[in-house]
């Protein structure tokens, strides 16, 4: 006594459904805002969209992009833990932090994602090396990033992907600037 031909759809179709799911997680990981340190870009619990292969296949990484990262930072479950934070200058670029300005390169940056519009720390001009990455919140005052030694440079091995696109809350729905 075999399947009915109506089980047997349904066991097709579920299959489909995992094996197109399995393909779309290889390309792109929904991840929740867990801080405030992106405000007023994103804030906590926003549902956003990490593409883990846009660097891969459609160049390196760049000035204002939005990535997800892991860090040397724990999670109270002990998992290194994940960041969401702003590129603000790649390999060869040097980056200071003067006045409340951010220097890239020898310019001051014009910032209009920041929260309240200056950076109220200052660094002395660092050049990012060859494989890393210089990040910061947009909430400057309430962002752990670049600047902390605990966080530091972002190695390029260790970025997830791009952030890409905000599902939730759905007034606030599309792609990320």
């Known amino acids: 006594m075999g399947l009915s031909e109506n089980a047997k759809e349904w066991i097709k179709d579920i299959l489909v459904a995992v094996v197109v799911s399995i393909v779309i997680l290889q390309f792109i990981k929904p ?9 007023n870009t994103l804030k906590e619990n926003d549902y956003i969209l990490v593409s883990r292969q846009a660097y891969a296949l459609f160049g390196d990484p760049e000035s204002g992009d939005i990535v997800v990262f892991r860090s040397a930072l724990k999670t109270p479950a002990g998992k290194d833990k994940l960041l969401v934070k702003r590129i603000i200058a790649v390999p060869g670029d040097t980056v200071a932090i003067e006045d409340g300005w951010v220097i890239l390169n020898g310019e001051a940056l014009e910032e209009p994602y920041t929260k309240d519009g200056y950076t109220a720390s200052e660094l002395e001009e660092v ?23 605990r966080v530091g440079m972002i190695p390029l091995e260790d970025v997830l992907g791009k952030a890409f696109f905000r599902l939730y809350p759905f007034d606030h729905i599309g792609g990320l600037d």
């Not at 991840?31 to 405000?39: A, D, L, P, Y």
């Not at 890393?132 to 752990?144: C, K, P, V």
């Open 31 to 39: 991840t929740i805002v867990r801080e405030h340190s992106m405000e």
């Open 127 to 149: 050049t990012v090396p060859e494989g890393y990455l210089f990040a910061m919140g947009d909430n400057r005052q309430n962002s752990m990033d670049s600047r902390d030694s």
